[in-house]
């Protein structure tokens, strides 16, 4: 009898104790993503109206970090600050081509399943809107993870529906990963030039990115 409320009383408290609490798998868990926020020290990038590319990017960076990261992504920067990765002495061409293979060597060497690069857009009119994203050709992953982040992209309020594009940018050509480079929007474009200034936009933009990586890699 006693043997039986013994039981009883186990039982009653395995069932108030409800079930073991198994640990939250976050979605990037064991995913490593490295990003790429152009220019940066001497080479400003696109400059408008006093609004510098490299600045923009870098803010854009940092936040698409931080939700990367909420997601249990390991992320890696190519710079944390205004700075471009060329070593003193290279000028122009050779300096640029330089900045760029040390950001390829540094996705590299850090094991990464996915390069994103983050760029704002300039052109001499003032009519073109809207961020967009490139792959390489050949890529076929590249393709499925820049459709994947153009589409959350098209659902931020007010931007224009812009399609995805090929590119053979040096970066996204030499990648030894699957790779894509977002132009955030343009700097040319004054209502976008402004939006683009502003904390809560870049917030948008940033997570949109963010789930069009989640997307992509969760259905790979
Ligand atoms: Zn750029």
Redesign the pocket.
């Known amino acids: 009898m006693k043997k039986t409320l013994f039981l009883l009383l186990y039982g009653l408290l395995l069932i108030l104790a409800g079930p073991t609490e198994v640990e939250a798998v976050l979605p990037l868990e064991g995913k490593v993503i490295v990003v790429d926020p152009?220019?940066g020290g001497y080479d400003p990038?696109?400059v408008r109206a006093g609004v510098e590319?490299?600045n923009i990017?870098l803010q854009i960076s940092l936040k698409l970090k931080g939700y990367l990261e909420e997601k249990g992504a390991r992320v890696f920067m190519t710079r944390n600050g205004d700075y471009n990765l060329a070593v003193v002495g290279l000028h122009k061409k050779e300096a640029h081509r330089y900045d760029l293979r040390k950001r390829l060597d540094m996705a590299k060497q850090s094991g990464a399943s996915l390069l994103i690069s983050i760029?704002?857009?300039c052109t001499y009119g003032v009519s073109q809107q809207g961020a967009e994203v490139f792959y390489y050709q050949p890529s076929e992953k590249g393709r499925l993870i820049a459709d994947s982040i153009q589409s959350e992209l098209r659902s931020v309020p007010g931007m224009r529906k812009r399609i995805i594009k090929t590119s053979n940018c040096y970066i996204l050509r030499n990648a030894s990963m699957p790779a894509v480079l977002v132009?955030v929007g343009y700097l040319s474009s004054p209502g976008e030039r402004k939006n683009l200034l502003r904390g809560e936009y870049q917030e948008l933009i940033s997570q949109s990115i963010s789930s069009g990586i989640l997307k992509a890699l969760s259905v790979q």
């Open positions: 152009g220019h990038g696109a590319e490299k990017n760029h704002a857009n132009e």
